[in-house]
């Protein structure tokens, strides 16, 4: 473990712990303003994780350890997987952190485990959850694995770090390999996050909603911890599309100002994402349960075609 990569580390995870509510609340603001409402403070997810932090957790006297244990599975797969995405500096990668497949593994884990949660209290909202996300997850993860080998390569390396690295110096210009994975990217962002039009983290009706029912049975500091990790996961598949579509910014060197100017313009990337993101959604009705497989499909397609691209050109 070298000492650039254990700086890297601690800058990486201050950023993505400190700056991922922030992307929440502007998603919900940009909504807001575009369906002619106000709206919540863009602090707004920050006050809610300190109340959430001060009250008291309770279990439901059907649940068993898989509840307690849940949350901090979930924040601690996801923070190491904030390893393997840089997002305001680069450095050489150490061991296994950036590689893909353990990548997506994390994201499995924590998936994993805020299923079987939400199958542990009993709840029937909390199983129809789970067996919904499971459901998606069947189809999803197929496409995930497709894009993910397309950006290998697209790149050359199964190395996210390596990724980044090389679209930083070279400067990747647009291409129309690298338009086909942006779209696939968005996609699996959208999907990853259950946002419109797969899912609706705003609403509890039991009818519709995947995510929250899942969580629907916790409370207090592991509600925070839960909410805490989708933040954390939404704002890694911003920084893995923006920094490999738009890697302008990124720092290479360790000095003071070039990590502070490449938070800024990190922070300034993701707000421009998130503004379309929130567009998006409000000009979007959530899909038909069986009919969100045809959007899958899509970025399967476009990967698909950009590993055809990558092999024959």
Known sequence: MTPDFLVYGVINTLCVVLLSPLFVSLIKKVKAWSQGREGPSIFQTYYTLAKLLRKEVIYSPKSSWIMRITPWACISAILVASLFVPLVYVTEPVGGIGNIILFLYLLVLARFFMALSGL????????????????????????????????????????????????????????????????????????????????????????????????????????????????????????????????WGL????????????????????????????????????MRFFRLPGLFMMAFFFSTLTIIIEVFA
Not at 152 to 169: E, G, P, Q, R, Y
Not at 256 to 280: D, E, H
């Open 251 to 286: 720092a290479t060197t360790l000095s003071v100002a070039a990590i502070a100017v490449a938070v800024c313009l990190f922070a300034v990337k993701c707000a421009i994402l998130a503004l379309i993101i929130g567009l998006f959604e409000a000009s979007t009705a959530k």
């Open 120 to 247: 542990d209290a009993g709840s029937s909202f909390g199983g129809m959850g789970s067996s919904r996300e499971m459901s998606i997850s069947a189809v999803i993860e197929p496409t995930t694995i497709i894009v993910f080998a397309a950006l290998a390569f697209v790149f050359k390396s199964l190395n996210i770090i390596d990724m980044v690295t090389v679209a930083s110096v070279a400067g990747i210009p647009v291409s129309p390999t690298l338009i086909l994975i942006g779209i696939s990217l968005f996609i699996i962002l959208i999907v990853e996050t259950s946002r419109l039009p797969v899912d609706n983290p705003e609403t509890h009706l039991e009818l519709t909603m995947i995510h929250e029912g899942m969580i629907l049975e916790q409370s207090g500091r592991n509600l925070a911890l839960m909410e805490l990790s989708a933040a954390i996961k939404q704002t890694l598949l911003m920084a893995l599309l923006i920094n490999l579509l738009v890697p």
